[in-house]
């Protein structure tokens, strides 16, 4: 049983470029959730996601940031005119259902650099 | 909004047991996570307490204390591997609050 999986794994973009972060869940997971580790930081929820709602995107920066979770296709985390403070580790994780005390499995995160 | 305070880092040596404390200020708690998380690697899943009292898996246990807002990690008979950051969350309905890590300096 595959894990999640996130492409790419680095990413450099130069600023005012778009940068596209896809996550796959885990076989039979249907909740998705983004988040961003700062380097020396903990993880930042940014969006929870099901397939096509968004739950909750209220750690989500209101502007450039978008994120998608289609019918079919993987999460697609979408950042618009990246600058510089956009650098970081983007990981998603995936859940079989939301609330309760369900583990989160998270990927192996894509690290975006912007130039 | 949440809170979670966590020492910055612990060094011990191969064999000893290390005590990562946690303690939390949450708006709404489901119960306290721990994750581990190699050289900025994928966060691997460790433990979850949603009630009072220790749990115990292997050579790790986790502690929770709900009154107190307060949990901690015991890692026993340290290993060279265990050298990692150990992040405590809290996880409220559906969303992990990450404390900002500790890490774990394990020598020989």
């Known amino acids: 049983n595959a894990g999640v999986m996130q492409n790419p794994r680095h990413l450099v973009r130069r600023r005012g470029q778009e940068a596209r972060l896809r996550c796959s869940p885990m076989?039979?997971?249907?909740?998705v959730y983004w988040y961003r580790q700062l380097p020396e930081e903990g993880l930042k929820f940014m969006v929870y996601l099901q397939k096509e709602n968004i739950i909750d995107e209220s750690g989500m920066p209101k502007e450039r940031f978008s994120a998608e979770f289609p019918k079919e296709g993987p999460s697609i985390l979408r950042i618009q005119q990246v600058v510089r403070g956009d650098s970081a580790a983007y990981f998603c994780?995936?859940?079989?259902?939301?609330?309760?005390?369900?583990?989160?499995?998270f990927g192996p995160g894509t690290r975006l650099t912007v130039l | 909004g949440q809170s979670l305070e966590q020492p910055s880092e612990v060094t011990a040596v191969e064999g000893a047991i290390v005590q990562i404390n946690c303690t939390y200020q949450?708006?709404?708690?489901?119960?306290l996570s721990w994750y581990q998380q190699h050289d900025g690697g994928a966060p691997t899943f460790l433990s979850y307490?949603?009630?009072?009292g220790l749990e115990e898996t292997g050579r790790f246990s986790s502690f929770l204390s709900r009154s107190d807002s307060y949990g901690y990690l015991l890692l026993q008979e340290l290993q060279m591997k265990d050298s990692a950051s150990y992040f405590c969350a809290v996880f409220n309905d559906y969303k992990l609050s990450f404390g900002a890590g500790t890490t774990v300096t394990v020598r020989a």
């Open positions: 076989k039979g997971h249907s909740h």
């Open positions: 994780a995936s859940s079989p259902s939301g609330g309760g005390a369900d583990t989160q499995y």
């Open positions: 949450t708006s709404g708690f489901y119960g």
């Open positions: 307490n949603a009630l009072d």
